[in-house]
């Protein structure tokens, strides 16, 4: 082969290399974002489960501080439950 050839060869081996990079790079950051959306889903989830359980304890004049070791909401957060319902 001639230089020329064989550098034209190596040259479109690695624009190949770096195509296939590009999409593999493309597809990991692809599945790691719905990774993390799946996640961030299920925490708000949780959440949302918690402050369900606290209304519903506040409705049923359990305290404060029980409603915070049970749920694992903050002092704060279950007070603004309070604020919310009145």
Excluded: F, Y
């Amino acid at each position: 082969l001639s230089v020329q050839k064989e550098a034209a060869i190596w040259e479109q081996r690695l624009d190949d290399a770096n195509e296939k990079g590009r999409e593999e790079g493309i597809q990991i950051g692809h599945e790691k974002g719905r990774a993390e959306g799946r996640q961030e889903g299920r925490e708000e989830g949780e959440k949302q489960a918690k402050i369900a359980v606290a209304k519903n304890l506040l409705k049923a004049g359990v305290s404060t501080d029980i409603i915070v070791q049970t749920t694992g909401l903050t002092a704060n957060e279950v007070k603004g439950l309070l604020s919310l319902d009145a």
